[in-house]
């Protein structure tokens, strides 16, 4: 087994005491090895050191039998290792309560991890997400430039914040995306049906989704095109519906059902 550094070695051993359930003790840390041991009595034993020439690391020796009990207060669990374990948990479900994730931990690893520092593993993940969502949000022109680019016939619209662009800011607003695969599968297989639908998007840039499905002769749904706009009002969905219309050249609509909510218009 190899690393990047003895810091991602460490990080490991950190998440192997979590899953594994035992207190280890680091015996030796420096900046070209880290050693592990565990409680008196018990054989396993971990030595990770620089590889020659600087190249990462590696496991130099190991025992990895344990004869030990489970370790119920861990103190090799640090806040970090916690956050990693429950950032996807998280980023699923920001209402994730503090209780909850100690009782996770109670549950899935006998862990008795104290409220403080769960409370840090959530705070150090929601920073993160923060983080992670506006520098997504950074690169989604660019994105769309590359979608044409590569996706030739495909539509990517993105309209920024007015109120933002007289302020000298650059802040999105809304994205139109349809694929020209998606366009050429509802002109050659797709039965003259179109359904519409927008749903809530939950997590910390809020908004909503607005879809466009068709249907096959099998009565499969197949999507077609999709956008997220701030909220669901007849301004938005006629932005969406004109993209959308134009996309597909459907001139004044003849010979094709619309359905939205499940009701016919």
């Known amino acids: 087994m190899s690393f990047k550094d003895i810091p991602e070695a460490r990080k490991f051993m950190n998440f192997y005491s979590l899953v594994n359930q035992k207190k280890l003790e680091l015996v030796k840390s420096d900046k070209i090895r880290v050693r592990y041991k565990c409680v008196l009595g018990c054989p396993f ?80 993940i929601l920073k993160k997400l923060e983080w992670s969502s506006a520098d997504d949000y950074n690169k989604l022109e660019a994105y769309a430039n590359a979608l044409r680019d590569s996706n030739l016939g495909s539509d990517a619209v993105i309209n920024l914040s007015k109120e933002s662009f007289l302020q000298g800011k650059r802040k999105f607003f809304r994205i139109y995306i349809y694929f020209h695969a998606l366009k050429m599968g509802y002109k050659e297989g797709l039965r003259p049906f179109i ?71």
């Open 45 to 124: 034993k971990y030595l990770i050191s620089i590889k020659k020439g600087n190249e990462g690391c590696r496991v130099k020796t190991l025992n990895p039998r344990h004869d030990c009990n489970p370790a119920f207060d861990n103190g090799r669990v640090e806040y970090s290792t916690i956050a990693y374990y429950f950032k996807k948990k998280l980023q699923d479900n920001l209402k994730y309560k503090v209780k909850e994730m100690r009782a996770d931990l109670k549950n899935s690893f006998l862990l008795n991890a104290s409220k403080s520092k769960v409370k840090k593993a959530k705070r150090m």
């Open 195 to 265: 359904g519409l639908d927008g749903t809530f998007l939950k997590g910390k840039a809020k908004g909503q989704l607005l879809v466009v499905v068709g249907q096959d002769n099998m009565n499969h749904f197949y999507p077609l095109t999709w956008a997220v706009v701030d909220r669901e009002t007849k301004r938005s969905w006629t932005w969406f519906l004109e993209l959308f219309h134009n996309s597909l050249d459907l001139n004044m609509g003849n010979g094709v059902t619309f359905m939205s909510d499940m009701q016919k218009i």
